[in-house]
């Protein structure tokens, strides 16, 4: 599939949607409400100005579409969604573009505002919706066709994964799950599921079996004697960019609320691969780049302070560097003010403790204040770390948090950050078991991210540092 080519689809209907709207629009406004100011019939003038506020105006609508996520999951749209979505954008863009550009209109009577407004929602709701909803019942159909396919792992070997598989091969309608093969977990090879799913290896191999197949979903499929390996499983899964569905037992859907998809009448538990709302993910990077430019200009004067206080404290570089694990497992390199002396890890990595000898004296007021960590705007900046998220960790230490708490690989689908829940709730880890304390805070976080959590972790990280209390 090309989830690009088919995104640009959408873009281009709705670019010329919004700019067709505007220029009709504007037929409206000369030829009914100014038309009725002036008593006569007012032209309207095809200048640069009118094809200017056009440009801009589609372009405005291209923005809003897309930081509110509606080109994310182009290929899983259904019509009613479409129909969902477009009236609530239209709703909001439309009222912003009234009062911003509108309400200075010269108008016969207030009646015309309403005119305008309504006239302006219809034409922008029926031109956008109906060249969309084509898009998509098109791309509906060729799924139903087979003629758009998701490659789609199965996880399990025993009586689900072939009642599944079987309800599928009997469906004319197949919802574009393509079944690149099956992964066994604990029982032995099902043979009759081998005869109409290709096995393609146990559990050890899982995430080489998702990369190599290019795998868009997968479904869980263990049996009740399995059930201990979900953990594990969907710990693994964490880091490959795939859908997941459980096929749940009656009892897991009888304990409690459960967001379910039907998928040709099978039940399915959604694991959402999204830990924020697009829109709100898409709001949260935006705040990030405008408070590291923030702090890199505005707090210039710190750096020097602080280079000043490592050189009489303790020479060597100022700046330390350190590969981390960040978004999706991969390495980066952080950027802090160094607050040790120079080789404290020439025997290998070694966390920090109370009473680390090789903290320096200012690296200790540092360390408190969180001045050390400043230099790692420059890391949000580029697009390596966020303000608030998990701390990251070394490779070192991860491999052996994992083996203790696989769950841990959930912090990765996130850019690590400056500050945490963890951080101001735990502070600074000095071993591995204080690292699995802390991954609860973190984990809650995971949990409940949004952008009002983060602005009360930044309320609790300048308390610590007006407190210099920071451990």
């Known amino acids: ?118 006239t302006l929602l219809s034409l922008h709701f029926f031109l956008t919706f109906i060249p969309r909803s084509i898009i998509t019942t098109r791309t509906i159909h060729r799924i139903r066709k087979g003629k758009i ?40 090879l099902n043979e009759d599921l081998a005869k109409i799913c ?27 004697d399995e059930h201990k390996e979900l953990e594990t499983i969907i710990g693994r899964l964490q ?11 009656l009892f897991e859907i009888l304990i409690g609320k459960t967001e379910l ?15 924020m709302p697009i829109w709100e993910k898409n709001l949260k990077l935006v705040f990030d780049k405008l408070l590291a430019i923030l702090f890199l200009t505005m707090f210039s004067p710190l750096y020097i302070f602080a280079s000043i206080g490592i050189r009489i404290s303790s020479g060597g570089p100022v700046i330390y560097r350190q590969k981390r694990v960040g978004l999706n497992g991969k390495e980066f390199t952080i950027y802090k003010f160094r607050s040790m002396i120079v080789d ?15 903290v320096t004296i200012f690296g200790q007021f540092m360390r408190r204040v969180r001045l050390d960590e400043i230099p790692q705007f420059f890391n949000v900046l580029i697009g390596d770390m966020s303000v608030v998220g998990p701390r990251p960790e070394r490779r070192f230490y991860i491999d052996q948090i994992i083996e203790k708490a696989p769950e841990y690989m959930m912090l990765l689908r996130t850019r690590p950050g400056i500050t945490s829940l963890g951080q101001v709730k735990f502070g600074y880890a000095e071993n591995i078991e204080q690292m699995l304390n802390r991954l609860k805070y973190d984990i809650i976080y995971i949990k409940n991210m949004s952008l009002y959590l983060d602005f009360k972790i930044l309320i609790y990280t300048i308390l610590t540092v007006i407190k210099q209390d920071g451990k």
């Open 1 to 118: 599939m090309n989830n690009r080519n088919h995104t640009i689809k959408y873009i281009l209907s709705d670019f010329f949607s919004a700019s067709f709207v505007w220029i009709i629009f504007n037929v409206f406004r000369k030829r009914v409400i100014e038309s009725e100011v002036y008593g006569k019939i007012m032209p309207l003038e095809l200048n640069f100005t009118l094809f200017y506020n056009t440009l801009l105006i589609a372009v405005f609508w291209i923005l809003l579409y897309y930081f509110s996520g509606y080109y994310y999951k182009i290929y899983r749209k259904s019509r009613l969604q479409e129909f969902s979505q477009t009236l609530i954008f239209s709703i909001l863009g439309n009222i912003f573009i009234f009062f911003t550009l509108l309400l200075d209109d010269i108008v016969a009577g207030y009646q015309d505002y309403y005119y305008s407004f309504i």
């Open 149 to 188: 396919g998701f490659n789609t792992l199965i996880i399990g070997s025993g009586q689900k994964a072939l009642d599944f598989v079987n309800s599928y091969s009997t469906k004319n309608h197949w919802g574009g799950y393509k079944f690149v093969g099956f992964v066994n977990v604990n029982n032995g």
């Open 198 to 224: 290709r096995f393609s290896g146990t559990l050890n191999d899982l995430e080489k079996i998702v990369d190599e197949n290019k795998i868009e979903e997968v479904i869980i499929a263990v049996e009740t």
């Open 239 to 249: 880091l490959c960019n795939t859908s997941i569905k459980i096929i749940p037992d």
């Open 261 to 275: 998809a039907l998928i040709e009448g099978t039940p399915l538990i959604l694991i959402a691969p999204e830990l």
């Open 344 to 358: 404290a890890e020439k025997n290998g990595p070694e966390l920090s403790s109370a009473n680390d000898t090789r």
